[in-house]
């Protein structure tokens, strides 16, 4: 068997690498402005799952004081009702449940 040598060296001298490459590794000035990007990113997010969040408690404060508001609406009518048709024990009281029963269903 005829072995010829190559006819080139495998190696070479030559430095073989991308352009941006001897720029990363140069330490200077702009290393801290680097994070600018990336932190201003993160203070808009924060800002706005904070502002998202107060609107989400503000619209639930308000849908439990409108809840109160009905609650005690309800029992005004409630207690209202009660006191005008009574206990119904006699024949007075009854009577005038349904006057004001007839009254109350006029009215609406």
Not at 22 to 28: A, F, Q
Not at 86 to 108: F, K, P, S
């Amino acid at each position: 068997m005829n072995k010829q040598p190559p006819a080139r060296p495998f190696s070479t001298s030559a430095r073989v690498h991308p352009s941006f490459l001897p720029y990363m590794s140069n330490p200077s000035r702009s290393r801290g402005l680097k994070w600018i990007p990336p932190l201003a990113g993160l203070v808009a997010v924060g800002y706005g799952v904070a502002s998202y969040r107060e609107v989400q408690i503000e619209k639930h404060l308000a849908r439990q004081a409108a809840m109160e508001r009905e609650d005690l609406e309800q029992r005004r009518k409630y207690t209202v009702l009660a006191d005008a048709y009574g206990d119904r024990t006699n024949l007075e009281e009854l009577e005038r449940a349904m006057r004001v029963y007839e009254a109350q269903q006029g009215n609406e």
